[in-house]
């Protein structure tokens, strides 16, 4: 899913799902749409068995589980209804958002979002 710009993201937004999901295949059309309309966001579909280095100690449970960064730093993650309009305003909202430094996040959330940081070449998002 990757933007139509060269621009920074302005949020980076990882879906965690698995291959075996068959919510997870049914809603990626969705998250391909999404991103085509957000081309100012950075979108990434994560497998957390194919990128169990990646996901580190993420205790994730249900699917698709959203982890939506500016900066490297989070600003939501959780599961989400595989639902395209519901996760565009949810999408719509965060990018409102400033970062809340008093969230009590994972250590592993924090890793994820410095490594897809890493990997938008240090990228705003």
């Known amino acids: 899913?990757?933007?139509?710009?060269?621009l920074p993201p302005s949020l980076v937004v990882a879906v965690m799902c698995a291959a075996w999901c068959g919510t997870c295949t049914e809603f990626r059309p969705a998250?391909?749409?999404?991103?085509s309309e957000r081309p100012q966001m950075r979108f990434t579909w994560i497998d957390i068995e194919d990128d169990?280095?990646?996901?580190?100690?993420?205790?994730?449970?249900?699917?698709p589980t959203l982890a939506v960064f500016r900066n490297g730093a989070p600003l939501h993650f959780g599961p989400s209804l595989p639902l395209e309009h519901v996760v565009?305003?949810?999408?719509?909202e965060l990018a409102t958002r400033d970062v809340s430094a008093a969230a009590d996040w994972p250590a592993a959330l924090l890793a994820l979002g410095a490594?897809?940081?890493?990997?938008?070449?240090g990228a705003t998002g």
């Open 115 to 121: 490594a897809l940081r890493v990997r938008a070449g």
């Open 31 to 35: 998250m391909d749409r999404l991103a």
């Open 1 to 6: 899913m990757p933007p139509d710009s060269n």
């Open 88 to 92: 565009g305003r949810l999408l719509d």
């Open 52 to 63: 169990e280095e990646l996901c580190g100690d993420l205790d994730i449970v249900d699917f």
